[in-house]
């Protein structure tokens, strides 16, 4: 078997960029006047959701203060939007916590008239093997 090398990375033109975009954008049915740089927001962005610093971000993209803010991020510090929702404000990680909790037998009944039934069945382990309620003993 005859490996080949690897392709020499070769720079796009101007109009062949463009095109390609475009093409992409057009398939879908998504119209913008934006072909060229329609990614530098969204990539500014993503990295202003994990905490990158902004000079960073500005180095990145060689854009000044006015651009970058007025163009590629959003109006609201990211900082700010995590400590409002009671996040760390610097973490790149959070926890939410599962919100499962088991309802009361009585407001299941009410919702669902035939669970009486099934429930005691489950309740006494008395389900056939055809039973679309099964009993488990896996618990959160």
């Given at each position: ?35 060229t ?22 180095r ?19 900082e ?45 382990k ?15």
């Open positions: 078997m005859k490996i080949k090398p690897p392709r020499q990375a070769q720079e796009w033109s101007y109009s062949s960029h463009r095109e390609s975009i475009g093409k992409a954008l057009f398939s879908p049915g998504t119209r913008s006047n934006k072909k740089h329609i990614n530098c927001g969204s990539s500014a962005r993503m990295a202003g959701n994990v905490c990158v610093n902004i000079d960073q971000i500005r990145q993209g060689r854009w000044n203060n006015t651009t970058i803010n007025g163009a590629y991020l959003t109006n609201l510090p990211i700010l939007v995590r400590s409002m929702a009671v996040f760390p404000a610097y973490g790149r990680f959070f926890y939410l916590a599962s919100a499962a909790p088991d309802p009361p037998t009585s407001l299941c009944k009410k919702l669902f008239p035939a669970i009486g039934e099934r429930h005691d069945r489950l309740a006494a008395e389900l056939s093997p055809g039973d679309p309620i099964q009993y488990s003993s896996y618990r959160r």
